[in-house]
C-alpha cells in the first residue's frame, strides 16, 4: 500500500507501485483535471506539484510519491470560486483547448509561491517546460501576471 496526500487528503493506493503517478491520479482517486500530452516528460501538460515543486507526472512512479504530497489542478478552485490564477486565465483568454492549461496553472502556481518578482521574463522562464499548440504564450503570460497583481 502506497500512502499519500492528494490535495490535503490522505490518499492510499493498493497496486503496482511503479504505475505512473498520473494514472494513478486520473484512474485510482477520479482526478481527471490532470491531463496526458506526450507521455514522456517533453510537454507538461501532467505538471502537478509534489511537495511543492512542479513535476511531470507521466514520468513519476507512484512510488515515489510515498509520504509526499501531490497538488493536482482541482486543488486551486471550484467553478463557482475561482482561484486568483484561474480567474486570471479566463479574464485574459489564457486558456484555449484546455490540454495544457492544467499543467500551466499548476507551474504557474509554484512560480507564485517562490516568492519571485513575477514579470515577462520570470513567468516566460517559470513555464518553458510547458508546451502550448494552441498559443503564442502572450495570452497566457499575461494572465499569470494578473493573477500575481491581485491581492
Not at 490518499?11 to 490532470?34: C, M, W, Y
Not at 512542479?54 to 513519476?60: F, G, H, M, R, Y
Amino acid at each position: 500500500m502506497i500512502t499519500l496526500t492528494v490535495n490535503g487528503r490522505k490518499q492510499s493506493f493498493h497496486g503496482a507501485p511503479f504505475k505512473r503517478l498520473i494514472d494513478v491520479l486520473r484512474e485510482n482517486f477520479a482526478l481527471t483535471g490532470t491531463k496526458e500530452g506526450c507521455g514522456e516528460g517533453e510537454c507538461g501538460a501532467c505538471t502537478v506539484l509534489l511537495d511543492g515543486e512542479p513535476v511531470n507526472s507521466c514520468l513519476i512512479p507512484v512510488c515515489q510519491a510515498e509520504g509526499r504530497a501531490v497538488e493536482t489542478v482541482e486543488s486551486l478552485g471550484a467553478p463557482e470560486k475561482l482561484s486568483k490564477l484561474q480567474a486570471g486565465f479566463l479574464a485574459c483568454g489564457g486558456a484555449q483547448c484546455g490540454i495544457c492549461t492544467p499543467g500551466m496553472l499548476m507551474t504557474a502556481r509554484a512560480h507564485l509561491k517562490s516568492g519571485v518578482r513575477v514579470d515577462e521574463t520570470s513567468v516566460r522562464e517559470a513555464l518553458s517546460g510547458n508546451l502550448c499548440r494552441c498559443t503564442g504564450y502572450q495570452d497566457i503570460v499575461k494572465s499569470v501576471i494578473t493573477a500575481a497583481k491581485k491581492k
